[in-house]
């Protein structure tokens, strides 16, 4: 397995709390992703990183923010949860964004917003 | 906009009863078609890579094919540990490298 981990793997918050998910990894990949999983869905891209500070938005970014302030961490926060926020969430890492890249993912991780 | 769509949703299988999942997609110049393997309450864990048409894969019963519009996954002789959804993506040659995903095909081997 890639040497990823995700941070709680599961939770359960209120709608209006924050909360932020860790994606740690030790493989000193330059690329970070965030995707959410929802039944009915295929994974869907939230934001992802291409560097310490760097980050971009993907398909589904409203609602989200994410920082990485060191290589090995990426961080998703969700100012203000809402119930539309609850589904599992993935971290992945590449070593590179060109082609010929394979994605890692980590193992997940499950958010309830009641 | 890319699209990529996986049939059947669902399969069930007798152990060692052959066949195939498909992912169709349209998207502006393919760079590379992944499956990926996802467990219950696992990550998806990676299989292959195909990057033109007529290439092929194999890894133990599986065995990956791609052509312009279309890429099967072949299962060989399938046992029940093969019981997964199986996740194919794409990424298209020009603008944000980002993967899109198919629903899953979610496979069941029964003994």
């Known amino acids: 397995d890639a040497g990823i981990t995700q941070s709680p793997r599961h939770k359960v918050t209120e709608t209006g709390t924050p909360v932020t998910l860790r994606c740690h990894q030790t493989e000193n990949h330059r690329y970070m992703y965030w995707y959410r999983q929802d039944p009915g869905h295929g994974l869907r891209l939230i934001h992802y990183s291409y560097g310490v500070k760097d980050t971009d938005k993907g398909e589904v970014s409203d609602g989200y923010s994410v920082s990485r302030s060191k290589t090995e961490d990426f961080l998703l926060t969700l100012e203000s949860a809402t119930s539309s926020q609850t589904s599992v969430y993935f971290c992945?890492?590449?070593?590179?964004?060109?082609?010929?890249?394979?994605?890692?993912f980590g193992p997940g991780t499950r958010l309830l917003v009641l | 906009e890319d699209q990529v769509t996986q049939s059947p949703e669902a399969l069930r299988l007798q152990e060692g009863e052959s066949s195939s999942l498909n992912c169709s997609y349209t998207v502006s110049g393919l760079r590379g078609l992944f499956w990926y393997r996802q467990d219950p309450g696992k990550g998806p864990e990676f299989l292959f890579t195909?990057?033109?048409a007529g290439e092929e894969k194999e890894k133990e019963r599986l065995k990956a094919t791609l052509t312009k519009k279309e890429s099967f996954l072949h299962i060989t002789a399938p046992k029940p540990e093969d019981s997964a959804t199986y996740l194919c993506a794409v990424q298209a040659a020009a603008g944000s490298y980002q993967l899109t995903f198919g629903k899953g095909t979610k496979l069941s081997v029964i003994p």
């Open positions: 992945a890492i590449s070593r590179d964004r060109a082609s010929q890249e394979t994605q890692y």
């Open positions: 195909l990057y033109s």
